[in-house]
C-alpha cells in the first residue's frame, strides 16, 4: 500500500520520502499507512470525478449541431450506490485510522520515562532528574534513547499562552496548554543520524504564541545508548561545571535571547544588556534605580516590579524561579552581564 | 408585446388593500405569520446565545462542585422567589395584553401593557438591591473576590463554621461570581431590553394604533417575554436553589 | 417574457425605470428598503473586503518570500518582519472570514436572488434587512479602527491566552482586541438577521403551487445556510461577549491565571465555527448547482439528493466541532465521536459533487465564463473535500493538525469553491444586476488566471505542510524554501485574475452591451424579469415553471438573448392566476 510517489525522495528537501520526514518513531509507519490509504482512496475518486468531467466537457461539448438530450432527472439505484459505496469505504478508512491513533495514545505497559516538558514564551525547557542523570538538568533540547518510551509531562505557566509540541518526524503533537497537564507519548525507533538527520530532529511550536512563534523551534536528539544520552543532557543542560560568565552566557542563550540583545542600543521585546551593569535606569513609574545584583534578581523572579521606560506594563515577560538552583543561576547571569561592555 | 394573460391583471383588479399591509405582502394573514416566524427563529437564537452560558455554567459546576455548594448560601433564595413570582404575573399580564389587542379592549390592553412593564421594574429594582449588597461584601468576580468573614452569609457560617472568605477565594469562589454576574446580568439586560419595548407598546396603545387585523406587535413582544422569563425559571433554581 | 426592453418603443425615448434609476438621490440608497438596492451595497462591501484581505494576504506572501529569520533591525511600518507577518495574517484571516466569506454569497447574491427566485417582490422581512446591512457597515468601520489603531496579531480565531495577551499586551492592541470582540460580535448579528430573514421569506413568501422541492437549489442551500446562521452564531456571539468581559474586567472564565479555562473557548469558538464553514460552502454549492444545470443545459441530476444533502451538511455541521482539537488535550474518545462524525460529512458532500458530474451527462455544454468557474469548483472542491479525509482520520491528524496541509485544504474549500462560486454567481448574475454584459473573452482568462494562480499558490503547501511546515511561521526552514516561492507567484497571479476582474466589470458599468433579459437561457424566476428589473421585481407576474426546465426557453440572438418559446407563454398559469 506503500505510495509510489512515497519511494521519490524529494530532491528539495532532506531525507524521508516525497511526502514526510523519515519515519522515526513506532507510530509513524501506521500514520504514513493510513495516509496512504486514504491518498489511494482520494486518487481513485478525483480521477473518476475528473475524468468524467472533462470527458463530458469534450463529448457534450456546445458545437453547431449538438443539442442536449432529456435524460432522467435521478436515478434512485445510481444514486444510493454512489452514497453507499464511498460510506462503506470511509467507515474502512474510520476504522483503520482509529486503531493506529489508539497506538498513538495508549503508553507501554513497561516502564516509562517521563519527561517534564515547559513551553513558554519563546522557548522550550525539557526537565531531566532522576538516578540515571544524576541530578537534575534543564535543558533546551529534548534527549532521548532509542527504542525507549517516553512519556512527556507537557505544560505552559499559568501566565503564559497555549503552546503545541510538534515532532514531525515522531507524527507526534500535543498542545501545552496554561494550568493543565497534557500527556504525550511516543517511541523512537531511529537516531537522528541514522536518520539522516545529524542537527537533529525539528521539533516545532505549532500553537501560534506570538512574535517569537516561529523562532520557538528546538532539535530532538535520540542516541544509541544511555551513556551517550545522559552525556548530551550534561552537556546540554550541566551548567556547575561551567565558570561563572560561560554559565552565564549558556543560561542566556536559553532563556533570555528571544527577547534581550547583547547588543549595544538594540532593544528587543525587552531592553538590551549591554553596557547596562552599575548605570542608574530610568523606569516606566518615573523613579530611578541601579542596575545592580538586586535589581537583576529582582526583575527576573518578578518582572512586573521595576518596568523599564519605554516598555510594556505589564511585563511581556514571564517570571523565571530555578528554585534551589537560583543562587547559581544568578551568579551566572550576573557574571555574564557585567562582561558586556 | 404578446405576453397572453399576464397582461389583463393590473393593480386595481386586486381587492383593497388595508393600510397596515406591507407592499410586499398579499395579505394580513402572510404579513402577520411572517413577523411571528421571524420572532419564534430569534427567540430561537436567543436560547442558544444563553446556551453557551449554560454550558459554562455546568463545566464550571462540574470542575468545582464543593465550592459552588458553599457559595449558593450568598444568593437569597427569597429574594430569588420573590423576582420568581414577578415575572410569572408579568407574563400573565403579558399572555393578557395580546387578548386584549386582539378583541381591541383598549383599557384593558393598556393596563395590562403598563402591569407587565410595572412587574419588570419590580424585577429590576430586586437585583439591584441583590447586586449592591454582593458588590459591597466584595461577592464578585476573578480575582476580585474579597469577603470578610463578618461579612459571610448567617447560613453558611452556621452550616460550617469555620468557612473563612480566603478558603472560598482559595476554592475560586471568584468563577461562581463570574457565571453568576454574566448569567444574570445578560438576563437583565433583556429584561431592560423588554421594558423598552412595553414602553413603545405602551405610546402605540394610547395612540390607538392596535386592531383585531393588526397587533402583530404586542403578540411577538410577548413572545419575547415570555422567552425572558423562561429563561429565568431555569437560573433561579440553578444559582439560588441547587447547593 | 418577450418584448423585454429592445423592443419598446419608449426604450429609444428615454431610459427605461428600474430599481436603480427609479429614484436617484444618494439618500434613497440609505433608507432603501428594496432588497436589491441592500444587495448591492453589499456586493461593493464584500468586494471591498475581499481585495482588502487579497492585499494582506499578498503582503503576507511577500514576507515568506524569504525564509530566513529577519535582522531584528528591518522594519516594515514599525514593526519587526514577525509582527508584521503576525498582523498581516491575522487580519487577512479576520477580514477573509467574517467580512467577506460569511456575508459573501447570502448576503450579497442571495439578498438579490432570493426573492426574485420565489416570484416575490421582497424580502419578508425589509427593516430587518436593511438593520443586518447595517449592522455589517458597523462592523466593517471597527475593523478598519482596528486596522488604523495598528492592527492586531491574535489569529482570526482570537484564542485565550494569547489574545489577551497572556498577562501582558500594549495598550493599542488592547483597545484594538476590545474592538475586534465587538466588529465579531456585531457581525454576527447581522449574520443571524439575515439567516432569520431568508427563512421566514422562503416559508412565507413562497407562491402558491410552489413547493418546497420547485424551488430553485440555491434557495435550499441558502435555506440550510440560514438555519446554520440562526442557530449557531449567537453561540460565537456570547463567546465573544463573554471574551470582552474576561478581557476587560478578568472574571476567570477563559484565563487561567483567574481560574477560566482556555479549552472552554475553544469549544465554544468552534460550535460555532465549524458550522460556520458550512455557511461559507452551502451557498457556495447552491450557486454550483445552477450554474451546472444553465450552462449544460440540462435539469440538475438528483435535485432531493442535493437538496437534502445541503441540510444534512448543515446538521452533521453542528456535531463535528471537536475534530478541531484533536491535540488540545481532549479525550481520545471524544477525539475518536468526532473523527466518526467528521467522515459522515462527506457522504453529502460527495453526493453533490456527483451530482453535478451527473448533470453534464449529454448536455450541451457551453463554456462561458461562470461554466469556466463550475469547471473550477468541481476540481478544486474535489481536492479540498477529499483532502478532508485525511483530516477527518484522526491519526493523521495528530501529525497534520495546524500545519500547511490545514492551511491548504480549507482554502481549496474555502477560496478554491467559495470563491469560485462567488466570481462564478457575480458573473452569472451580473447581467441581471446591473443591466450590462462584461466582456466574455475577459472573463474567461481572469477564471483561467484564477485557476492556475490557486493551484500554484496551494498545491505546493500540501506537501511542505505533511513535510511538517507549521503555519503561522513568519520564517521557516530553509528546506521549505521552493515550496513557499511557488505559493508566493501563485498568490500573484491569483492576484491578478482578481485584480483583472476588477477592471473588466467595473468596465461594463459604463460601456458594456445592454444585457438582454436572459443572456444564459437559464430557467428560475428571476430570468423573467428585465435586467435590471423593476423596482417592484417583475413588471409582468412570471410564468410558473420548474426552474430547472431549459427546454422552455429558445435561443434568439446575442442583443435580445433567450425566450421563452410561445406554447409555454400560453399553456402555463401566470404567478397571480395561481393565487
Given at each position: 500500500m506503500n505510495s509510489l510517489l512515497g519511494h521519490i525522495a524529494l530532491p528539495l528537501g532532506r531525507s524521508g520520502s516525497f511526502w514526510f520526514p523519515p519515519q522515526s518513531s513506532t507510530v509513524a509507519a501506521g500514520h504514513d499507512f493510513v495516509y496512504n490509504l486514504i491518498l489511494w482512496l482520494c486518487i481513485i475518486f478525483f480521477v473518476a470525478i475528473c475524468g468524467a468531467t472533462a470527458y463530458f466537457m469534450v463529448v457534450y461539448r456546445k458545437r453547431p449541431g449538438h443539442k442536449e438530450e432529456v435524460t432522467s432527472t435521478h436515478n434512485t439505484k445510481l444514486e444510493v450506490t454512489w452514497s453507499v459505496v464511498p460510506l462503506a469505504l470511509l467507515m474502512v478508512v474510520f476504522g483503520v485510522s482509529t486503531y493506529w491513533y489508539m497506538e498513538m495514545v495508549t503508553p507501554p505497559d513497561e516502564e516509562v520515562y517521563e519527561l517534564n516538558v515547559t513551553a513558554q514564551k519563546w522557548r522550550w525547557t525539557f526537565k531531566y532528574s532522576g538516578e540515571a542523570v544524576g541530578g537534575t538538568y534543564y535543558c533546551k533540547y529534548m534527549?532521548?534513547?532509542?527504542?525507549?518510551?517516553?512519556?512527556?509531562?507537557?505544560?505552559?505557566?499559568?501566565?503564559?499562552?497555549?503552546?503545541?509540541?510538534?515532532?514531525p518526524a515522531f507524527r507526534v503533537k500535543q498542545d501545552c496548554v496554561p494550568g493543565r497537564y497534557n500527556r504525550l507519548?511516543?517511541?523512537?525507533?531511529q537516531t537522528h543520524i541514522e536518520a539522516g538527520m545529524p542537527d537533529g530532529f525539528d521539533l516545532f511550536c505549532t500553537e501560534y504564541c506570538g512574535d517569537s512563534h516561529s523562532n520557538m523551534i528546538t532539535k530532538v536528539f535520540v542516541y544509541e545508548t544511555e551513556a551517550e544520552w545522559v552525556a548530551g543532557i550534561k552537556k546540554d543542560g550541566d551548567l556547575k561545571g561551567l565558570n561563572p560568565e560561560d554559565r552565564g552566557a549558556a543560561i542566556y542563550a536559553q532563556f533570555c535571547s528571544t527577547c534581550h540583545s547583547t547588543k549595544a542600543g538594540q532593544d528587543m521585546i525587552g531592553p538590551s544588556w549591554h553596557g547596562m551593569w552599575g548605570k542608574e535606569r530610568d523606569l516606566a513609574d518615573g523613579t530611578k534605580v541601579t542596575y545592580d545584583e538586586n535589581y537583576v534578581r529582582e526583575s527576573v523572579l518578578e518582572p512586573n516590579a521595576k518596568i523599564a521606560a519605554g516598555f510594556a506594563k505589564p511585563s511581556a515577560m514571564t517570571p523565571f524561579n530555578w528554585g534551589a538552583e537560583n543562587d547559581l543561576y544568578f551568579e551566572g547571569l550576573i557574571a555574564y552581564m557585567k562582561t558586556l561592555k | 408585446m404578446s405576453t397572453g394573460v399576464a397582461d389583463h391583471e393590473t393593480k386595481h383588479d386586486l381587492p383593497a388593500r388595508p393600510p397596515e399591509l406591507a407592499m410586499h405582502f398579499d395579505n394580513m394573514h402572510q404579513q402577520f405569520h411572517s413577523g411571528k416566524l421571524g420572532m419564534w427563529l430569534f427567540l430561537g437564537q436567543e436560547l442558544l446565545f444563553f446556551c453557551g452560558l449554560f454550558t459554562a455554567y455546568a463545566v464550571y459546576r462540574g470542575n468545582h462542585q464543593e465550592m459552588f455548594h458553599y457559595v449558593?448560601?450568598?444568593?437569597?433564595?427569597?429574594?430569588?422567589?420573590?423576582?420568581?413570582?414577578?415575572?410569572?404575573?408579568?407574563?400573565?399580564?403579558?399572555?393578557?395584553?395580546v387578548r386584549a389587542a386582539m378583541l381591541e379592549q383598549r383599557k384593558v390592553l393598556i393596563f395590562t401593557l403598563l402591569a407587565t412593564f410595572i412587574c419588570a421594574g419590580i424585577f429590576m429594582v430586586v437585583k439591584y438591591f441583590e447586586y449592591t449588597h454582593k458588590l459591597h461584601i466584595g461577592a464578585v468576580w476573578g480575582g476580585g473576590f474579597n469577603v470578610a468573614d463578618a461579612d459571610l452569609p448567617a447560613e453558611l457560617v452556621a452550616k460550617y463554621p469555620d468557612m473563612t472568605g480566603a478558603k472560598l477565594k482559595e476554592m475560586g469562589a471568584g468563577s461562581f461570581f463570574a457565571i453568576y454576574f454574566c448569567m444574570t446580568g445578560l438576563h437583565g439586560l433583556h429584561v431592560l431590553v423588554g421594558m423598552g419595548l412595553y414602553i413603545w407598546l405602551l405610546v402605540r396603545a394610547l395612540k390607538g394604533d392596535f386592531n383585531r387585523r393588526w397587533y402583530g406587535a404586542v403578540d411577538n413582544v410577548?413572545?419575547?417575554?415570555?422567552?425572558?422569563?423562561?429563561?429565568?425559571?431555569?437560573?433561579?433554581?440553578?444559582?439560588?436553589?441547587?447547593? | 417574457m418577450a418584448g423585454g426592453v429592445v423592443e419598446k418603443p419608449a426604450a429609444h425615448d428615454k431610459p427605461r425605470k428600474h430599481y436603480l434609476n427609479h429614484v436617484k438621490t444618494f439618500g434613497s440608497w440609505l433608507v432603501t428598503l428594496d432588497h436589491k438596492r441592500?444587495?448591492?451595497?453589499?456586493?461593493?462591501?464584500?468586494?471591498?473586503?475581499?481585495?482588502?484581505?487579497g492585499v494582506f494576504a499578498l503582503a503576507l506572501r511577500t514576507v515568506l518570500w524569504n525564509g530566513t529569520p529577519a535582522d531584528p533591525e528591518t522594519s516594515i511600518l514599525g514593526a519587526t518582519m514577525e509582527q508584521f507577518y503576525n498582523k498581516m495574517f491575522t487580519l487577512h484571516g479576520a477580514v477573509m472570514v467574517f467580512l467577506f466569506i460569511i456575508p459573501g454569497i447570502p448576503a450579497a447574491l442571495g439578498n438579490f436572488i432570493l426573492p426574485m427566485q420565489l416570484g416575490a417582490k421582497d424580502l419578508a422581512l425589509p427593516r430587518i434587512n436593511l438593520l443586518s446591512w447595517y449592522l455589517y457597515v458597523m462592523g466593517l468601520v471597527l475593523f478598519v479602527c482596528v486596522l488604523v489603531l495598528g492592527g492586531l496579531d491574535t489569529g482570526w480565531t482570537l484564542y485565550p491566552p494569547y489574545s489577551m495577551g497572556g498577562g501582558s499586551q500594549s495598550q493599542h492592541v488592547w483597545h484594538s482586541l476590545v474592538l475586534a470582540y465587538m466588529a465579531v460580535f456585531i457581525l454576527g448579528f447581522s449574520s443571524i438577521l439575515t439567516g432569520l430573514n431568508f427563512i421566514v421569506t422562503m416559508h412565507k413568501l413562497r407562491p402558491p403551487g410552489m413547493g418546497m422541492y420547485d424551488m430553485p437549489l440555491f434557495l435550499w442551500a441558502l435555506?440550510?445556510?440560514?438555519?446554520?446562521?440562526?442557530?449557531?452564531?449567537?453561540?460565537?456571539?456570547?463567546?465573544?461577549g463573554l471574551s470582552l468581559i474576561e478581557h476587560m474586567f478578568h472574571v476567570g472564565i477563559f484565563l487561567p491565571q483567574y481560574g477560566g479555562d482556555p479549552v472552554m473557548y475553544q469549544h465554544f469558538f468552534w460550535f460555532y465555527s465549524?458550522?460556520?464553514?458550512?455557511?461559507?460552502?452551502?451557498?457556495?454549492?447552491?450557486?454550483?448547482?445552477?450554474?451546472?444545470?444553465?450552462?449544460?443545459?440540462?435539469?440538475?441530476?438528483?435535485?432531493?439528493?442535493?437538496a437534502w444533502s445541503s441540510i444534512a451538511i448543515a446538521a452533521i455541521g453542528f456535531i463535528v466541532w471537536g475534530h478541531h482539537m484533536f491535540v488540545s488535550g481532549q479525550s481520545p474518545t471524544a477525539g475518536i465521536i468526532f473523527s466518526f462524525l467528521t467522515y459522515l460529512v462527506a457522504i453529502p458532500s460527495a453526493i453533490k459533487v456527483f451530482n453535478w458530474v451527473a448533470t453534464m451527462y449529454k448536455g450541451s455544454i457551453d463554456l462561458k465564463t461562470p461554466m469556466i468557474y463550475g469547471l473550477n469548483f468541481i476540481y478544486l472542491f474535489g481536492i479540498g473535500g477529499l483532502t478532508g479525509l485525511f483530516l477527518a482520520s484522526i491519526s493523521n491528524n495528530v501529525h497534520l493538525h495546524d500545519t500547511y496541509f490545514v492551511i491548504a485544504h480549507f482554502h481549496m474549500v474555502m477560496v478554491g469553491s467559495t470563491v469560485n462560486a462567488f466570481l462564478g454567481g457575480v458573473h452569472l448574475w451580473w447581467p441581471k444586476m446591473t443591466g450590462r454584459m462584461y466582456n466574455e473573452t475577459l472573463g474567461r482568462i481572469g477564471a483561467i488566471l484564477v485557476f492556475v494562480g490557486f493551484n500554484l499558490a496551494f498545491m505546493p503547501q500540501f506537501v511542505s505542510g505533511t513535510r511538517g511546515m507549521p503555519r503561522r511561521y513568519a520564517n521557516y526552514l530553509e528546506e521549505f524554501t521552493t515550496f513557499h516561492q511557488a505559493s508566493t507567484v501563485g498568490a500573484y497571479i491569483l492576484g491578478a485574475g482578481i485584480g483583472l476582474q476588477v477592471l473588466y466589470l467595473l468596465y461594463s458599468l459604463f460601456k458594456g452591451k445592454k444585457a438582454p433579459d436572459n443572456p444564459w437561457g437559464a430557467a428560475s424566476l428571476e430570468w423573467q424579469s428585465e435586467s435590471p428589473p423593476d423596482f417592484h421585481n417583475f413588471t409582468k407576474p412570471p410564468i410558473m415553471m420548474g426552474a430547472y426546465d431549459y427546454e422552455n426557453w429558445e435561443y434568439e440572438s446575442e442583443e435580445a438573448g433567450w425566450k421563452l418559446k410561445p406554447e409555454v407563454i400560453e399553456t402555463r398559469k401566470t404567478l397571480s392566476k395561481v393565487h
Open positions: 534527549h532521548l534513547i532509542k527504542d525507549r518510551p517516553y512519556q512527556s509531562i507537557m505544560t505552559a505557566p499559568d501566565n503564559d499562552v497555549i503552546h503545541s509540541m510538534f515532532i507519548w511516543f517511541r523512537p525507533t | 449558593h448560601y450568598f444568593l437569597d433564595w427569597k429574594l430569588g422567589a420573590v423576582n420568581t413570582v414577578v415575572l410569572l404575573v408579568s407574563s400573565l399580564t403579558a399572555a393578557w395584553s410577548a413572545l419575547y417575554w415570555h422567552i425572558v422569563d423562561i429563561i429565568w425559571i431555569f437560573l433561579f433554581p440553578m444559582l439560588y436553589l441547587i447547593g | 441592500i444587495a448591492m451595497m453589499y456586493l461593493c462591501a464584500v468586494s471591498f473586503a475581499l481585495l482588502l484581505g435555506y440550510a445556510t440560514s438555519l446554520i446562521q440562526v442557530l449557531a452564531t449567537p453561540v460565537v456571539g456570547i463567546t465573544l465549524h458550522p460556520a464553514v458550512y455557511i461559507m460552502i452551502l451557498p457556495a454549492m447552491g450557486v454550483q448547482s445552477e450554474i451546472m444545470g444553465t450552462f449544460s443545459r440540462k435539469h440538475i441530476f438528483g435535485y432531493k439528493a442535493i
